[in-house]
């Protein structure tokens, strides 16, 4: 339908954005464009760099008036492939690098009274918290990666603090967006405020919708004191039931001290520690349990003379969980929280080379997460047998990392339809027994569009083609939701 | 355009809901249906009441048919208007009063693992705590009136805790809804997920939009431990300056165990002490300050012998905050919670009885809420001399409810036209000068329909209204967003 774009159009936008705004095709520099982190590459037609929003609302017109399909890119370190052009040549890449100023033309706003940033889209997370940092304040999404502001938008990512504060829906006050219609429409959302109930609240519609309903340009978003104190332990829960009653207990006896509940299972660690050798084992023997949950206390004042420590409050806890007979937990070891994050920080690469990973980011009620990896323990053996389980994730949201490693030389990989056949199976598992979610904090990108399309009611999708349509004339974004 | 249901449909409706379910035009016991707390009365032509949402499809599939206007009401104990029929008589009241239960036929489903009840919209807030509590859990919006869920959900209510718990939105994990369309098509997006990123989160579209867009009639919330300890006090600040001061000193030196920061001006207290005189003054020979905080602390734990109780805390915390020279504070006073919660919640009561009432829900950014305050101190007198300011507010999210009084024997009152300009000239102080929101937490009903449609950009209401026409074939809604 959309039209591969010619000499003319390169040179049109050009003549919007200026020299350092347009990538040609087939340039080197393009590469890191056309391809995700985990699912390959396609070829774009271009790439263009608005500087601003006025930028890319005429970059959206023109565009639009000129049939061509455009992929918002931010830091392109999503994991999903919503962010990377098809592989057809036809479509441009609509890269946030440049849109790291506001309208006010400074790089980031801080509004210490209101606890909040203005920031361009394409703020790099750890920039932002560089910028933070000295002011004794961060923008409390916890990940590995370091994507930039418009992408963790534009895919609503969690992270490994959930828990105590949100998803980037929840921190995010205000958004200017543009639209995919003939006029480039510039919609300006960004109040700042906290409690404001006028009408449709329309910055949701473009929160975790990788971009296809509009571009993101800038936003506001609430920062959180930056933690003074912390304390971690490595628990080893006495059974899987035994999980739920232990989160359960440290969110009581924690209050929202309790700033990380995640667990790991014992083939990620194994993995984290083959691939990192130097990472220290906490384990007595270097043993690993079966499954470990990392829980952290963390505070935003220093510690006064007159109060126990972190530490000594997270002693104390376990102490009290411990007196009751049925008591959840088998073992516990405090120790230096940075250790402990960095062993949990270490699984994602490990993971990647216990073999060849087939990976799955889905969610479930808190109470079925623990239930989906004992079924997943009982059935995939029976169903897929030598393949490894190496999950890990954010027990105290319901978010699992499930992946799946099978070795390098296993012959079923060279079948085609191998591992689509054991995804569409453990997602089958996750949506229609567990009732979860098979994006939890990844979004809808190329690599999970048929799950989208299978799973979702015809309904909603109509009502997604006609708010598509409301919104925009032109085609944007990787995927479709209609 | 719609037209006055005819004895035929309303049988018809009773087909549908059965005896009980409809009340007839015309008696006695639909007074209660008609009436806004705040803003008079219309004249509804019945009042249908389904037990379910099913029923709620049936319903809504034939009014469309018959093109009957439908406005849903839940509690009825909004204060703008959003939820009672206009005066032509020809309007429908979709009542939640019977929507207690949920498809699985339970009154309240309570999933402690994932933390989240399941309820239908018809039940009163009152009750869902009721039903919590001995479980030691709690919905934590903490609100002066006592609506039901559905209500809640539809004005998207914050209340005195939004600094701790933030607005019913943060704390609805799913909905179920019914569309005004043929055939009442229902949706449920009752997953329950707290991490769920599968395209568009449609509930948001059904949150704080007054019913307008659907009826939920199902919801699953997000509930937090009941705290087991607390500690409260009024804080006098020295100047109008160092209240945001104390605010971050406080947020830093308390971090999630503050759980209010509330304002209270002299003139609100006062009518709260004359209204009831019974409650005490804590201040030293009954003299108001200007301007009064009051902060909670609490926690959902119990004291430990090892810890200081949250009394102590408060105590440090004020002497930390006291050391400073230029300390933000004049004076405070640490008392027991409930008696300074019973001098805020009765300043609501109290100010109803100060004279005539002008009152506004409004919102800033956090700090120019005591600019707007200070502005309005030096102008108001000029423009609209002899009107009392007896505002109170939420000062930890910049919700002010901002309350002008009038004496009622002011002849200007014989004047049609002096509230009109009066209520139109603060909002334009709010949203033109100081960037705020004229509905911070009560959503749009009739009495503020004319600032939404004055302060809405033309693009905004040209989606909205694009939106009405792919939810909706009736008329639904006591308001019109488009």
Known sequence: MMTAPTRENIDALKAIVGEKGLLEPNGSDLAVYETCVRYGAGKA????????????????????????????????????????????????????????????????????ENRSVTVGAGVRLSDLNAFLAPKGYVFPIDLGADPRIGGMIATNTGGARFLRYGDVRQNTLGVKVVLADEAGTELDFMSGLRKDNTGIDWKHLFIGTTGVLGVVTEAILNVERLPQQSAAALLVPRDEAAVLKLLLEMEQRCDTNLTAFEGMSSDAMAAAFDHVPSLRNPFPGGELPGYVLLVELSRTWAKRESEQSLDELLETVLAEIWEDEEAPLENAFIGRPEEMWSLRHTLSEGVKHAGKLVAFDVSFRRGDLMRFRAFMAQELPKKFPDVRICDFGHVGDGGLHFNLAIAKDDTRLDDESFIPELRAWVVECVVDKYHGSFSAEHAIGRSNQGFYDLYTPEKVKELAAGLKALTSAGELGAVKLG
């Not at 271009?46 to 017109?61: D, G, N, Q």
């Not at 931010?74 to 492939?81: R, T």
């Open 45 to 112: 037609a271009f790439v263009v760099r608005p500087a601003s929003s006025t930028e890319t609302s005429k970059v959206l017109a023109y565009c639009v008036g000129q049939d061509i399909s455009l992929v918002p890119q931010s830091g392109n370190s999503g994991l999903v492939g919503a962010s990377t052009p098809d592989t057809s040549g036809h479509q441009g890449v609509l890269s946030f690098d440049r849109l790291t100023g506001t309208a006010e033309n400074d790089k980031i706003i801080f509004d210490e």
